[in-house]
């Protein structure tokens, strides 16, 4: 055989390798509970097959109550226009190009997968599996005041519900800004438990910067996988105090005398806040605000209770350096954008 026929019969076996894919897939849950994989010839060992360009695909997932299901995609699309998306229960939507086997989980009753490709192959491989629901939950039941209470959120397998007067905030950090994928394990339901509906997840919140508020009194957290070692944490509200603020952003910064900046912008009208999750000691050096704009310091949340002190855009500069103690600590600002710089030891 010629150098060129076997360089034919070889291509010509690739092409006929990479898989195709259709639309409408319907996947149940077997009944041995064994994984799903697509293709089925891959699993997670393997790296991720080609996929045929121009292939617009779709799998809808059903997930049985009292389970979850847990989903990882290893998958790369060369084109701009091309995705990889799943929406879940709540029609939260998530879209990507290149996917890492870093995990989704989904609530009952389904969720969608969809993928769509262009003018160039991709890669494509994921696997499903279905768990029921931790039993045994560990967690706590808590009512929340005029301080906020702060939760770690994804170390322990946990369930916690938490209350308040009128409707519950929840913000989530994670540990590492550039990591935030553990949390995508702790689902929020809005009510007393898991049969409340499910709203979304703490990875979904953290990269929102929004708070999440409850229809109720009450809303449930439950993590259902452990990533020990993991700080990342779970900020909890009460609405009545956090109504107006447009955006939270984290004052996330390594102890140890180190100089740290974060900005925020609430827009024109709107308030945003700089919050912390430690108990420390927090050295203000710098800041930049609007000039019609106020600098307002809590330590908690933004009551009269947990009130420290207000400062016009003047009156700031003259103040710093600005040092405040506590856990939980809130620098909100009236309007506009602005840029905190601080020292923390
Ligand atoms: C993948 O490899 C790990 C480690 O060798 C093994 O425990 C696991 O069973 C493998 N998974 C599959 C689906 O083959
Ligand atoms: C969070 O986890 C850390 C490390 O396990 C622990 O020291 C800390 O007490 C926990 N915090 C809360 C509020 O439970
Ligand atoms: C903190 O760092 C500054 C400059 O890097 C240094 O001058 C100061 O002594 C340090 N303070 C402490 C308590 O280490
Ligand atoms: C800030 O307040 C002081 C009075 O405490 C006032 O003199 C000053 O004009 C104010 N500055 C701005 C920018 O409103």
Not at 83 to 96: E, H, K, V
Not at 270 to 288: F, H, N, P, Q, Y
Request: with cysteine; aromatic share 10%.
């Amino acid at each position: 055989m010629s150098k060129t026929i076997v360089i034919l019969v070889t291509l010509l076996a690739l092409a006929c390798a990479a898989n195709v894919c259709k639309q409408g897939n319907v996947v149940n849950m077997p009944v041995n509970s064994k994984p799903y994989y697509f293709p089925s010839s891959w699993n997670e060992n393997h790296t991720a097959p080609e996929l045929q360009k121009h292939q617009s695909c779709s799998w809808t997932v059903t997930v049985p109550q009292g389970y979850y299901a847990k989903l990882i995609i290893d998958g790369k699309t060369q084109d701009t226009d091309s995705s990889f998306q799943t929406i879940d229960a709540a029609g939260n939507l998530i879209q990507s190009r290149h996917e890492k086997k870093e995990p989704y989980y989904f609530p009952p009753a389904k969720f969608t997968i969809a993928v769509t490709n262009g003018a160039n192959p991709a890669t494509l491989g994921f696997k499903i599996v279905w768990t029921p629901f931790p039993k045994n939950f560990a967690g706590v039941i808590a009512g929340v005041g005029h301080m906020p209470r702060i939760d770690n959120a994804t170390n322990i397998v946990f369930e916690s519900s938490y209350s308040t007067s009128t409707q519950v905030s929840i913000l989530s950090f994670p540990a590492d800004p550039k990591n935030l994928y553990a949390l995508r394990s702790a689902m929020v339901f809005d009510g007393y438990n898991l049969q409340g509906s499910y709203m979304t997840n703490l990875y979904l919140i953290a990269k929102s910067r929004k708070q999440l508020v409850s229809s109720g009194h009450v809303i449930t957290v439950a993590n259902l996988e452990a990533t020990p070692g993991s700080l990342d944490t779970l900020y909890v509200q009460d609405y009545a105090y956090t109504k107006d603020i447009h955006q939270y952003v984290e004052l996330n910064c390594a102890a140890g005398n180190v100089t740290c900046s974060v900005s925020v912008n609430g827009g024109s009208h709107g308030k945003s806040a700089v919050v912390s999750v430690e108990l420390r000691t927090e050295l203000l050096t710098d800041i930049e605000l609007e000039d019609t704009a106020t600098l307002s310091i809590y330590g908690g949340s933004p009551n009269d209770m947990c009130f420290i002190a207000t400062y016009n855009s003047t009156e700031v500069k003259a103040a710093l350096p600005i040092s405040t103690m506590g856990w939980g600590n809130q620098y909100v600002i009236s309007h506009g954008k602005a840029a905190l710089t601080f020292n923390i030891h």
